[in-house]
């Protein structure tokens, strides 16, 4: 069955970066897109990117251009999103999610915290 | 693209028939999806390309709509439906997500 795994939960000093994974498995992680999303606390869904696993190429939202890198290892079935420079608005759940026609499968969420 | 939803949230009982609806700022075709968020969890998918109803989900779930206007209707509310619903555009990048309906027992 298709799951998505990703990372533990993250504390983090404004400044410093973060490193969230995403493990597939179930299917073959070159053929689909893997996008991130995420989610602050009682807000909604907010979009970061887009990683193809296939060729490495990515694109990223406006608001983390700069600040966010996308990779994948493709020998482990794992995709990477990398945030730096962090701040406390970026305590958030963080999500990796598969794409078809739609996101179909989604990691549980890792939450990352920015706190001094 | 921006995406709103309306309402924000509503209150309704066991058996309602809901509907929530999505506009989108420029026409997006029937690249539209849907999502069911409940408390601490991940989004499920429940709709794509508008109104075609993902595997698994159940059929009191619709979709509807092209270009700008889209609805999501729950003909018969059951318990399990009470979360947050997102309405999401696949047409282009950025893949903006509505700001979520809040469905709410009465």
């Known amino acids: 069955q298709v799951q998505l795994v990703q990372s533990g939960a993250e504390v983090k000093k404004p400044g410093a970066s973060v490193k969230v994974s995403c493990k597939a498995s179930g299917y073959t992680l070159t053929s689909y897109f893997i996008h991130w999303v995420r989610q602050a606390p009682g807000q909604g869904l907010e979009w970061m990117g887009i990683?193809?696993?296939?060729?490495?190429?990515?694109s990223y939202a406006q608001n983390f251009q700069g600040r966010v890198t996308m990779t994948r290892d493709t020998s482990t079935s794992t995709v990477y999103m990398e945030l730096s420079s962090l701040r406390s608005e970026d305590t958030a759940v963080y999500y990796c999610a598969r794409d078809i026609t739609g996101f179909d499968y989604w990691g549980q969420g890792t939450l990352v915290t920015v706190s001094s | 693209i921006q995406l709103t939803q309306s309402p924000s949230s509503l209150s309704a009982s066991v058996g309602d028939r809901v509907t929530i609806t999505c506009r989108a700022s420029q026409g997006i075709s029937t690249y539209l999806a849907w999502y069911q968020q409940k408390s601490g969890k991940a989004p499920k998918l429940l709709m794509y390309?508008?109104?075609t109803l993902q595997s698994g989900v159940p059929s009191r779930f619709s979709g509807s709509g092209s270009g700008t206007d889209f609805t999501l209707t729950i003909s018969s509310l059951q318990p399990e439906d009470f979360a947050t619903y997102y309405c999401?555009?696949?047409?282009?990048?950025?893949?903006?997500f509505g700001q979520g309906t809040k469905v709410e027992i009465k």
């Open positions: 999401q555009q696949l047409n282009s990048y950025p893949r903006t």
């Open positions: 390309a508008a109104s």
């Open positions: 990683i193809n696993p296939g060729t490495g190429s990515t």
